[in-house]
């Protein structure tokens, strides 16, 4: 082979590697790239999709728990909620047979909601401090457990005092 035909023979290849190299740099990469990004595009829409789907058939259910949950708000009107969670602190404590000492409310307002928090002292034995609480926690009232404290009023443990912090949810459009 003459020298001339393997020089260029040699500057071919180059120009083939070189386009080679640059075709994939510049057009395959990217388009497999954006190919890729827009198939996890799709998988993410079609599980969107499914999401909505299955919250459409779930409607009649949704709206059910939601009006429920708005049924079980406190009252719009400040006395009769406090009225309301004086009364139900009162039976908890009555059935579970705990001494309560006192509940302290205290009102948060947004212009969408408003929020009691409430401090509620109560004493008696653990077996009674702990079926207040479950009392507490099982009536369907818009109230959430914020924090609890136990401690002990004597060394064997039998004399025990709670503080609970409660908050009940009033939401602003309810009628009063």
Sequence with gaps: MKT???????????????ALFAGDKLVYSPLKSLWQARA???????GDIARGLAT?????????????M??????????????????????????SGASLNGVTPQW????????VVCRVDASGTLWMLCRFIYDVEKDPMGLKLESVDF????NTG????LGLQVSGLVLNSQEP
């Design 4 to 18: 001339g035909n393997r020089q260029q023979l040699l500057v071919v290849a180059t120009i083939v590697v070189v």
């Design 40 to 46: 996890l595009e799709i998988k993410r829409l079609h």
């Design 56 to 68: 459409i058939k779930n409607e009649q259910t949704i709206h059910g728990n939601w009006d429920q």
């Design 70 to 95: 708005k049924r079980n708000t406190l009252p719009n009107n400040q006395s009769a909620a406090l009225e309301k969670i004086s009364k139900s602190f009162h039976d908890w404590a009555e059935e």
């Design 108 to 115: 948060k307002e947004t212009d969408e909601y408003k929020t």
């Design 151 to 154: 401690s002990s009023r004597d």
């Design 158 to 161: 039998q004399k025990m005092t």
